[in-house]
C-alpha cells in the first residue's frame, strides 16, 4: 500500500468537510421547502412551472391548493309562521314550518327552559306542526334544518311569543279530589262561559282509569259536558282527571286552565227501585243484601222511570211543591224530611219519610222514592240505613213507574243515553 501523504490527506479531509457541507445546506433547504408547503401554498413560481413557450405559470387546478371554488348554496327555503320576533301569537294553530325545493331534516321548538314542543314532521318532509297548542305567554325558541335534493343542508332560526289571555273561564265539575265515589260516578263539568270550540275542550280534559276505562263527554247545550265510561265503574278504580285548557281558545279571545284531580271508586251498591211492586232491591258487590219496602210517585205525580246517580246527601231537607215543575193536586211543604238522597235537578229523591204508611203497599208520592223512617231522621230505620250505607255516585234505576224515562242531564243521568248516542 502506498504510503499517504500528509497534504493529500489534508485535502482528503478539506473534501470531504465541503461535500458534507454542501449536503447538509441542501437537506435543510428542503427541510425547510417542505415545511413550508406543509403550511399552506407557495405563491412563488417554482422553477419550470411556466408554459413551454416560457409566458407566466398555468393557474392551480380546482382542488388542488390556491384553488378559490365558492361554496355551494342550498336549494332548499325555509319558512317558519309565525314571523320571527313575532308577539300575540295564538296558541293553537298558529305555528307551521315549512320548506320549498327540499325535506324537512329536524324542528326543535322549545321554551326558555328548554322544554320542547312536542309535533310531527309531514310524511313527504315538507311540513312540520305541533301535537297540541303551545303554552300562553310563553317565548319560543325555533330551530329548523333541511336538505335539497343534492343533499345541501339549509338551516333557520326564529323565535316568537304566545298571547297572555286577556279573558278566561271558569271550570266546575262535581270531583272533589280524594273522595270515593259510586259506581254510576259521572264527571259533570260546568263552565261560566259559552263554549264554541267544544272539540278543542274535549281534547283538553282527559282520563287515566287504572281499569283502563275509556271516557267519553256529552254536551249538554253550551256550558256542560258530562263524562262517563261505557260501563259502570269497577270496584277499586283509581281516576286522574287533567284539565290541559289554559292555552285552549274555548272560545273567541276566552281561555280555559290547567288542573288535575282525582278520586277512587267504592264498593259496587246497585239499588232497584220497582214502581209496579213498591220495593227496592239493593245489590252490593254482585250479591243482593236486602229487598227494601218503598213507595213511588202516585198517579197523578209518577216516579221517573230510568238510570240515576245519587248527587247529594243531607241528613235533613226541605221539600216544598212551590220548587217542583208541573205538581199535581194539593201543596206541600215538609221542612225536615230525613236522610234525603238527591237523584235529579227537578227534585226526584230517595228520602225518608215519616208522615205515611203506605210503604210496600201502594206509591203515595210526589215522584220520590220514599223509605221508613223516623221524625227527625232515625239511623236504625230502613231510610236511615240505606242513607248510612249509599255514597254519592251510587246507582238507583227506577222501573214500573207510569211516568217517562229521565233525561240525560237531569241530574247526572246520563245512563239512560246509549253510549252509541253519547
Not at 407566466?56 to 371554488?69: D, E, K, L, M, R
Not at 259510586?182 to 264554541?196: A, E, L, W, Y
Request: contains cysteine; proline residues 4%.
Amino acid at each position: 500500500m502506498e504510503p499517504v501523504q500528509a497534504a493529500d490527506a489534508a485535502r482528503g479531509s478539506s473534501t470531504v468537510r465541503s461535500v458534507l457541507r454542501r449536503t447538509t445546506a441542501a437537506l435543510l433547504a428542503g427541510g425547510v421547502l417542505v415545511l413550508a408547503t406543509a403550511c399552506g401554498p407557495d405563491d412563488t413560481k417554482a422553477s419550470g412551472s411556466g408554459s413551454s413557450g416560457g409566458g407566466s405559470g398555468s393557474s392551480s387546478a380546482p382542488g388542488t391548493p390556491g384553488s378559490a371554488a365558492s361554496p355551494k348554496v342550498s336549494a332548499a327555503q325555509l319558512s317558519v309562521d309565525p314571523k320571527d320576533g313575532a308577539t300575540d301569537v295564538a296558541p293553537n294553530g298558529a305555528l307551521k314550518v315549512s320548506v320549498a325545493d327540499g325535506k324537512l331534516t329536524q324542528v326543535t321548538v322549545a321554551d326558555k327552559n328548554g322544554t320542547a314542543v312536542q309535533g310531527s314532521i309531514a310524511a313527504d318532509g315538507s311540513s312540520w306542526s305541533p301535537s297540541g297548542p303551545l303554552s300562553v305567554g310563553t317565548v319560543y325558541q325555533v330551530t329548523a334544518q333541511a336538505v335539497d335534493a343534492s343533499g345541501q343542508q339549509a338551516a333557520l332560526n326564529s323565535s316568537f311569543t304566545t298571547l297572555t289571555p286577556g279573558k278566561t273561564v271558569a271550570i266546575n265539575d262535581n270531583i272533589t279530589t280524594g273522595s270515593t265515589y259510586g259506581v254510576g260516578m259521572i264527571v259533570s263539568v260546568n263552565f261560566t262561559k259559552d263554549i264554541t270550540n267544544k272539540a278543542d275542550v274535549l281534547k283538553g280534559i282527559t282520563f287515566e282509569a287504572s281499569d283502563g276505562s275509556q271516557l267519553k263527554g256529552h254536551w249538554f247545550g253550551n256550558r256542560r259536558v258530562d263524562f262517563r265510561p261505557q260501563a259502570f265503574w269497577k270496584s277499586g278504580t283509581t281516576v286522574k282527571v287533567h284539565y290541559k285548557l289554559k292555552s285552549t281558545e274555548v272560545a273567541s279571545g276566552v281561555y280555559g286552565l290547567d288542573r288535575d284531580e282525582s278520586f277512587t271508586i267504592g264498593r259496587s251498591q246497585i239499588s232497584t227501585a220497582d214502581a209496579s211492586t213498591d220495593k227496592m232491591t239493593v245489590v252490593r258487590d254482585g250479591q243482593t243484601i236486602e229487598t227494601l219496602p218503598i213507595t213511588a210517585g202516585n198517579d197523578q205525580n209518577p216516579s221517573y222511570n230510568g238510570t240515576m246517580v245519587i248527587k247529594e246527601k243531607d241528613p235533613t231537607t226541605r221539600m216544598n211543591s212551590a220548587t217542583v215543575a208541573n205538581v199535581v193536586g194539593g201543596e206541600y211543604d215538609v221542612p225536615d224530611v230525613p236522610h234525603a238522597m238527591r237523584l235529579t235537578d227537578s227534585g226526584t229523591y230517595v228520602h225518608g219519610n215519616y208522615w205515611s204508611s203506605a210503604f210496600g203497599v201502594s206509591n203515595a208520592s210526589h215522584g220520590c222514592i220514599g223509605l221508613q223512617d223516623a221524625k227527625g231522621g232515625d239511623n236504625n230505620s230502613v231510610a236511615g240505613k240505606f242513607y248510612n250505607s249509599s255514597l254519592i255516585g251510587d246507582v238507583v234505576i227506577i222501573k214500573g213507574a207510569k211516568g217517562k224515562t229521565v233525561s240525560g242531564d237531569n241530574g247526572w243521568s246520563g245512563w239512560t243515553i246509549p253510549w252509541a248516542s253519547w
